[in-house]
């Protein structure tokens, strides 16, 4: 069902520090920060060759990113993307089979414009899956 790796999000406590770090010191192109209201967060995209790396920081009181990193306040690895041909039917296929997914279980639009969902850590090997439609 999955498909190509999209993105590793790292959460990260000071967002321009860690641009720079990415930028000046890993020699990455990065991007400006992009608010994302909608998902409680502000994103840096870096961009690799085969993949991408978002560095996300907290966006707003009710950040979902807020508990995790006051439990890492260094930051940390926060979530993997896979990408899906048909979003809807992935998640159809995952609950059938008992896994969470997280929020209203509708996709919301994501940083890169097209559908997203999120399936819960304690369901994949303690890992935060994303799931965007390709
Ligand atoms: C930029 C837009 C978009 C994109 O297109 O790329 C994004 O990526 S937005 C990214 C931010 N959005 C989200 O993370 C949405 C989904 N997340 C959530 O709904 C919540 O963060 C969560 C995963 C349900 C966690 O909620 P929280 O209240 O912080 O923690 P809990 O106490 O409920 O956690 C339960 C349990 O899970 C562990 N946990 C939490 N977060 C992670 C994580 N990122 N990776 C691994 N494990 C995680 C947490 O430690 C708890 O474990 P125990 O302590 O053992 O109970
Ligand atoms: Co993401």
Do not use: W
Request: aromatic fraction near 4%; glycine fraction near 8%.
């Amino acid at each position: 069902m999955i498909g190509k790796l999209n993105h590793v999000a790292i959460a990260v406590p000071d967002l321009a520090a860690a641009t720079a770090l990415y930028r000046d010191t890993l020699g990455a192109v990065v991007s400006e920060p992009v608010p994302q209201p909608a998902h409680g967060v502000v994103v840096v995209f870096v961009t690799l060759p085969n993949t991408k790396i978002e560095l996300v920081h907290p966006l707003g009181e009710a950040s979902p990113i807020a508990g995790f990193l006051a439990k890492n306040p260094n930051g940390g690895i926060h979530h993997i993307c896979y990408e899906v041909a048909d979003i809807l039917a992935a998640r159809d296929q995952l609950k059938a089979t008992g896994a969470r997914v997280l929020g209203d279980g509708e996709p919301k639009i994501g940083a890169h414009d097209k559908p997203v969902l999120f399936l819960h850590p304690k369901d994949f090997c303690g890992t935060l899956v994303e799931l965007e439609q390709a």
